[in-house]
């Protein structure tokens, strides 16, 4: 068995193109490793993503365009957490990801963090950002 544990993004709205070109383009040290896409005959749209592997700054994630749209979706209780290491790169990213999203706590100090904020991007991934 691999020990590699990867990140498995399962969107059923067809935007998880969208979403992983929007990961990759705003962190640093990011790429899209490979797109396997969904044929003439396949259960969604021909050439809507079937699987693929990106990598965010060194994290493994994968995606998917489901073809059943199921009872469930993104749940804020799995996050992402982001150490920043400067307010500058906090604020860029959480105005960034926070676009057309939902703010859940706003970026400021909680008692357990100088500076922490949390929320749910346009694509319904959780994201917690904190201050070193």
Known sequence: MKQQITTF???????A???????????DNSKIINI???GE???????K?????????????MCSDSPPIHA??????????????????LANLFEK??????IMMPLDNYGFSQKFG???????ISWQLNLE
């Open 9 to 15: 993004l399962t969107f059923q709205k067809s935007n």
């Open 17 to 27: 193109e969208d979403a992983m070109n929007f990961y990759v383009d705003l962190f």
């Open 36 to 38: 396997q896409r969904w």
């Open 41 to 47: 005959n396949g259960p969604v749209e021909k050439g």
């Open 49 to 61: 993503i079937m699987r693929a592997t990106f990598d965010l700054n060194g994290n493994l994630f």
């Open 72 to 89: 469930w979706d993104f749940t804020p209780a799995v996050s992402n957490y982001i150490e920043c290491e400067n307010e500058v790169e």
């Open 97 to 102: 990801l926070s676009a057309n999203g939902n």
């Open 118 to 124: 949390f929320l749910e991007d346009r694509f319904g």
